[in-house]
């Protein structure tokens, strides 16, 4: 059996990341980056800071911060992109399915509650595995955690930095674009890793 390990935000999912910081800080998102919290938020992705720091850490660096609009509109533009949920059905029937992103542990349990519970699916993130994508460890602690063959696992996710750091430590990766493309490509797959 292959296993599938989908990103989870602009892969499955739409991430509403730029809508619930300009919401909750009143900036746009390049206004934000340039306040430099970004080490802060990887902090707060691998669990190595709670949410209470992270955001204490945005606001000394001269952002007022509304925490509820945040959420609230998080939450509320949460979406499938087109095609992803029916492909995910398609995959998990025939598949082990694994979603693992980089996303700090209350929001990714918020989203698995709300669009994943009724999927056979296993949910390991970066706020679980210490690390983030492209990391090397990342991709190994994953693989350690759940007993991953990497030459039958691929990874599904839109940025390439991510699947090339995939690719370095031998898994498969496609690059996701839409829908149709990413079956296409993992459908290729299946009869390379089947013919091999």
Not at 62 to 76: C, K, P, Y
Not at 146 to 172: F, I, Y
Request: hydrophobic share 40%; with cysteine; aromatic share 10%.
């Amino acid at each position: 059996m292959r296993v599938v390990v989908f990103d989870v935000m602009d892969t499955l999912l739409h991430d509403p990341y730029r809508e619930a910081y300009r919401a909750g800080t009143g900036l746009t998102f390049d206004a934000f980056a340039s306040l430099g919290t970004e080490p802060a938020y990887r902090a707060l992705e691998r669990a190595e800071i709670d949410e209470d720091a992270y955001w204490s850490i945005v606001r000394a660096s001269g952002a007022e911060v509304d925490e509820d609009r945040f959420h609230a509109t998080r939450r509320a533009a949460y979406r499938w992109l087109p095609g992803m949920r029916e492909l995910l059905d398609r995959t998990a029937a025939r598949d082990r399915v694994i979603l693992s992103s980089n996303y700090p542990a209350t929001w990714i349990a918020d989203v698995r509650t709300r669009f994943f519970d009724d999927v056979p699916v296993e949910v390991c993130g970066s706020c679980e595995l210490g690390a983030c994508k492209p990391e090397r460890r990342f991709f190994d602690r994953l693989r350690d955690r759940l007993g991953l063959d990497p030459a039958r696992t691929v990874l599904v996710d839109d940025a390439a930095r991510n699947v090339d750091g995939a690719v370095a430590t031998g898994w498969h990766g496609v690059l996701h674009r839409d829908a149709a493309s990413t079956e296409e490509a993992l459908d290729a797959l299946t009869s390379r890793l089947a013919s091999g």
